[in-house]
């Protein structure tokens, strides 16, 4: 069964930094891509950003392009999302999620069966 527990979230000023993690369980982790997703109150989950399983391509929300960086380590089956620059506008709840196919790349919510249960990221202006 996959696991996904996210951290690294909290309360942070406007452009400051935080850097979330994903660790992965269940299965080999570095045979899938993965990808971040947030959802604010009131508004829909979207996609922040995904990574392919081997960390050659990696795709960015144009909200966030230039200012997130995903990354993963699949030694520590791990996934990264450094946010730096924040603003309010990324206070959300972060979650991380993986496919149940090993050869999905997408930003599409619905290709994505395995999530984490969140981490909030509060920004202050």
């Known amino acids: 069964q996959v696991q996904l527990v996210e951290s690294g979230g909290g309360l942070v000023q406007a452009g400051g930094s935080l850097r979330l993690s994903c660790a992965a369980s269940g299965r080999t982790f570095r045979d899938y891509s993965m990808g971040w997703f947030r959802q604010a109150p009131g508004k829909e989950r979207d996609v922040v950003a995904v990574?392919?399983?081997?960390?050659?391509?990696?795709y960015y929300a144009d909200s966030v392009k230039g200012r997130f960086t995903i990354s993963r380590d699949n030694a520590k089956n791990t996934v990264y999302l450094q946010m730096n620059s924040l603003k309010p506008e990324d206070t959300a709840v972060y979650y991380c999620?993986?496919?149940?196919?090993?050869?999905?790349?997408?930003?599409?919510?619905?290709?994505?069966?395995?999530w984490g249960q969140g981490t909030q990221v509060t920004v202050s202006s």
């Open positions: 990574i392919s399983w081997s960390g050659d391509r990696a």
């Open positions: 999620a993986a496919p149940e196919n090993r050869w999905t790349y997408s930003r599409s919510l619905g290709d994505y069966d395995y």
